[in-house]
């Protein structure tokens, strides 16, 4: 990758399975399906201010991972940084019913919140590789 930097900001929702889901798919894009070609930004610290945080999302593009259609990783990054390179949200993905469930802490999560966590990553890893595709570089 040449100097493309990509940012990826996730919900920080404690309150339902969609934050949850959007915080271990965003880890697992980073960490395991996109090892060394993207940067994670924290919504607390972009919340509270962090001008590391909002210059990176200035410069970079940057796509925002939402639990809910509340969309507060995206709101944040429009008002304080632009317009987002691209978001997903993932009531969108599993639907309300799944992403709105009171299932929140990773030490309760079963496989079948693992595939959901799958299934969000491979759809982060898309918006990734098209912005690259855009910007006319290959994964």
Not at 23 to 51: I, N
Not at 80 to 87: E, I, L
Request: net charge positive.
């Amino acid at each position: 990758m040449a100097d493309t930097k990509i940012g990826v900001l996730s919900c920080s929702g404690e309150e339902c399975l969609g934050g949850t889901i959007s915080r271990l798919a965003t880890r697992k894009m980073m960490e395991k399906l996109r090892v060394g070609k993207t940067v994670t930004l924290c919504l607390p610290l972009y919340l509270a201010g962090g001008e590391g945080e909002r210059s990176f999302a200035k410069a970079y593009p940057v796509i925002t991972v939402d639990g809910c259609s509340k969309c507060c990783a995206k709101r944040a990054t429009e008002k304080y940084s632009g317009k987002v390179s691209d978001t997903l949200v993932v009531s969108d993905i599993l639907g309300e019913h799944a992403a709105l469930s009171k299932v929140v802490s990773s030490k309760d999560l079963k496989n079948e919140h693992y595939q959901m966590v799958d299934k969000v990553a491979d759809e982060i890893c898309k918006k990734f590789d098209k912005i690259l595709y855009e910007k006319g570089e290959n994964k």
